[in-house]
């Protein structure tokens, strides 16, 4: 999108295709998954964001490939030829290699995502308000959260509060505050991205909101019954998938060198080796910088966008193309209400402090999605009265607890109607 | 809800089972499934409404049955027993048994269907836009909506200033105003259920905004094609089914005679035949007043709640039942912005008055719903900015073209990237 509106006035004809009709503002993703947020508050219909860029079309498609022999972006049904490409699809959540895992414990990376993980949550709930049987509905009332960077942190932090104070008077056969909140980490402590003084920051906050938190805790398996850490065994219906991910599969058909990943190796440019009419950017881009990775965050894919987009401009005006530098302005995670950490240019933050830079600079950043203030509206509510607005389960239930337990009947304790 | 509501100081324990974990305002569905309000601000969690009062809880279930010998309401995985049942399970849309029409003609009941219907909606313009070919894109861009009661009247409306403003400027290949809303009806009139001069002033209405309005029109056949009128053909994919309704397949489990639509004829008390500890309220009800049926309106089903409440409280304290009288507080249908047709009490009212009264009615009774405000402040905003703040296709597309035309490549004009 960046690079889109940095080439509104420029002589091109800018074609835009996605395989869904909105773009996605990822960073609060968690608060659709917990209840806390619509998903139209964090999604823009990508023509209506354009509806004024006359030199730009959007198409609703699905790429398949990119033929860059033709010059061609392959589609399911289709095609879209090009002079320059810029190739931005981004990377999905991974399960190292167990695909099987994928079942139990989905991951958040699309609104579908975040609907299927919220369905999760609230049904785990109901499930263990009708479950007789205390041992079945400890594994209902537990949640294990893999992978501790950014989106665990806020998604285990969101959890704790929602057993906490959201549902807390909702149930009558069960207290939702029992339910046990567990954030897994392989390394050796959350936020491994940040300053080891604000992990533990971190650490704390989270352990203050009753979250339990396992750090150089390898997950050995995952399966209907549970997951596995080394040799333990942790009985749940609930593990939400927050760690590894993988790029997408379209870098492979550019049919240059990837990373590990599978990420694109890009020239400092942007552009791929071999190729200076294809620019590869975002969490697909792969580019040291000063011994670094460039991080698969949004400001860095941001930057990129409007550089690639700069570089096709040089290169139209037979200009040379300039390389890439990456400005890090900050790394924020909150954590529950009114706490939270950040990094500002080696400005440490923590507690309130931190939450209050994370809240505006969230808010400042949904510019553009126009429901800045229905969702300022909807924090200020939810703060003041710990409520959530978007506990919907849109679906209907059939077999409650037949679902991943299987096995069992039903039992409840007797009541009249 | 009324009963549970009206029973909340009695000495009784009140169990209330459904298989969504919502309550639905379902007069406004239509605003769903035309982007203009999220599900969640028409519907709440029943768990939630209900937390401060003590003697009822909720159980998340599937109902396949009653059996009144044993006096248990038989769940997919579990039973319920009761000493005093009412049954609400209102009705589903039905084909006239024309299940076959069901794929092509999805209707609106739950906040699914509405969801569904909001992605045919607009994924139809979309495969509009990328279409070449000038006679299937004509069939992305007709619209047939099957019924002209409230519901049909209204997503007509809606549609059309969907098509005449908010889809305007966003599309290069295709002009959004050229898109055909069709609204069917097999009555003599639209809005059969008031007064024909209500019926002329709303066609008239719809007809101002752009809608082609067909009465005495019996539909013949619906398939991936189009919708057949008597010997006429439509070629559409976008048919929307706002017709016939079948009662909810539990009144057979009552095993007590049911009326042609398989409605309860139930008692003056609200009772059913031969078991005063069964009472069967709302659409699901069948009953005669003043020789006219009492209609299948929420204020009907509210009023028949409390009633049926009340019935429960006598007989609990040894008195007799009473029964039930139907106040018909007037009839409302909204017809775009600004327009619309209100019969309050034999007053009959058009245009911007009725309009205002159906937004001080919708206004009030969404009280209990919180989320009022976010629904006025969002029409405020449509109303000044024809905007729709909710058009988000969820899924991903893969197809698009595919879907329905099946045979179909997609062509589309060339473009550069």
């Given at each position: 999108m960046e690079a889109v509106k940095a080439l509104a006035e420029d002589p091109v004809d800018v074609?835009?295709?996605d395989r869904r009709n909105h773009h996605l503002f990822q960073p609060l993703l968690y608060q659709v998954a917990t209840a806390s947020l619509n998903p139209s508050e964090i999604a823009a219909p990508i023509r209506r964001i354009l509806r004024r860029q006359h030199n730009a079309e959007v198409i609703l498609g699905n790429v398949v490939g990119v033929d860059r022999r033709a010059r061609k972006v392959v589609l399911v049904d289709g095609e879209v030829d090009y002079d320059h490409l810029i190739l931005a699809t981004g990377v999905t959540h991974s399960y190292f290699g167990h695909e099987?895992?994928?079942?139990?414990?989905?991951g958040l990376k699309t609104i579908s995502d975040a609907l299927e993980m919220r369905r999760k949550i609230f049904l785990a709930f109901e499930a263990a308000e009708r479950e007789a049987h205390e041992e079945h509905r400890n594994a209902?009332?537990?949640?294990?959260i893999v992978g501790a960077g950014p989106t665990g942190v806020e998604?285990?932090?969101?959890?704790?509060?929602?057993?906490?104070?959201?549902?807390?008077?909702?149930?009558?056969?069960?207290?939702?505050?029992a339910a046990r909140v567990i954030l897994v980490e392989g390394a050796p402590r959350v936020l491994p991205a940040m300053k080891p003084r604000l992990s533990a920051k971190a650490?704390?906050?989270?352990q203050r909101l009753g979250v339990q938190v396992r750090v150089d805790a390898q997950v050995t398996c995952i399966d209907e019954t549970g997951v596995s850490i080394g040799?333990?065994?942790?009985?749940?219906?609930?593990?939400?998938?927050?760690a590894g991910v993988a790029a997408s599969p379209l870098a492979k058909s550019l049919d240059v060198p990837l990373d590990k990943a599978g990420r694109v190796l890009v020239n400092p440019d942007l552009t791929i080796p071999g190729d200076d009419r294809v620019y590869v950017i975002g969490d697909l881009a792969s580019l040291q910088q000063n011994g670094k990775p460039v991080p698969g965050v949004a400001p860095a894919a941001m930057q990129q966008g409007r550089h690639a987009a700069e570089n096709i401009e040089l290169a139209l005006s037979g200009k040379e193309r300039e390389p890439f530098h990456y400005l890090d302005k900050g790394t924020l995670a909150t954590i529950g209400r009114a706490s939270g950490v950040a990094d500002i240019r080696g400005l440490q933050l923590s507690g309130a402090v931190a939450w209050l830079c994370w809240l505006g600079v969230h808010i400042w950043f949904l510019i553009g999605f126009r429901n800045r203030f229905v969702v300022m509206l909807e924090w200020a509510r939810s703060y003041l009265t710990?409520?959530?607005?978007?506990?919907?389960?849109?679906?209907?239930?059939?077999?409650?607890m037949g679902e991943p337990v299987g096995d069992e009947q039903a039992?409840?304790?007797?009541?009249?109607a």
């Amino acid at each position: 999108m960046e690079a889109v509106k940095a080439l509104a006035e420029d002589p091109v004809d800018v074609t835009v295709v996605d395989r869904r009709n909105h773009h996605l503002f990822q960073p609060l993703l968690y608060q659709v998954a917990t209840a806390s947020l619509n998903p139209s508050e964090i999604a823009a219909p990508i023509r209506r964001i354009l509806r004024r860029q006359h030199n730009a079309e959007v198409i609703l498609g699905n790429v398949v490939g990119v033929d860059r022999r033709a010059r061609k972006v392959v589609l399911v049904d289709g095609e879209v030829d090009y002079d320059h490409l810029i190739l931005a699809t981004g990377v999905t959540h991974s399960y190292f290699g167990h695909e099987e895992w994928a079942p139990h414990a989905p991951g958040l990376k699309t609104i579908s995502d975040a609907l299927e993980m919220r369905r999760k949550i609230f049904l785990a709930f109901e499930a263990a308000e009708r479950e007789a049987h205390e041992e079945h509905r400890n594994a209902w009332m537990t949640f294990v959260i893999v992978g501790a960077g950014p989106t665990g942190v806020e998604l285990a932090g969101a959890l704790a509060e929602i057993t906490r104070h959201t549902l807390r008077s909702d149930f009558r056969h069960i207290d939702p505050r029992a339910a046990r909140v567990i954030l897994v980490e392989g390394a050796p402590r959350v936020l491994p991205a940040m300053k080891p003084r604000l992990s533990a920051k971190a650490k704390a906050q989270l352990q203050r909101l009753g979250v339990q938190v396992r750090v150089d805790a390898q997950v050995t398996c995952i399966d209907e019954t549970g997951v596995s850490i080394g040799d333990e065994h942790i009985f749940t219906h609930n593990v939400l998938w927050a760690a590894g991910v993988a790029a997408s599969p379209l870098a492979k058909s550019l049919d240059v060198p990837l990373d590990k990943a599978g990420r694109v190796l890009v020239n400092p440019d942007l552009t791929i080796p071999g190729d200076d009419r294809v620019y590869v950017i975002g969490d697909l881009a792969s580019l040291q910088q000063n011994g670094k990775p460039v991080p698969g965050v949004a400001p860095a894919a941001m930057q990129q966008g409007r550089h690639a987009a700069e570089n096709i401009e040089l290169a139209l005006s037979g200009k040379e193309r300039e390389p890439f530098h990456y400005l890090d302005k900050g790394t924020l995670a909150t954590i529950g209400r009114a706490s939270g950490v950040a990094d500002i240019r080696g400005l440490q933050l923590s507690g309130a402090v931190a939450w209050l830079c994370w809240l505006g600079v969230h808010i400042w950043f949904l510019i553009g999605f126009r429901n800045r203030f229905v969702v300022m509206l909807e924090w200020a509510r939810s703060y003041l009265t710990y409520e959530k607005q978007a506990r919907l389960i849109i679906e209907e239930v059939n077999d409650l607890m037949g679902e991943p337990v299987g096995d069992e009947q039903a039992e409840r304790p007797e009541s009249a109607a």
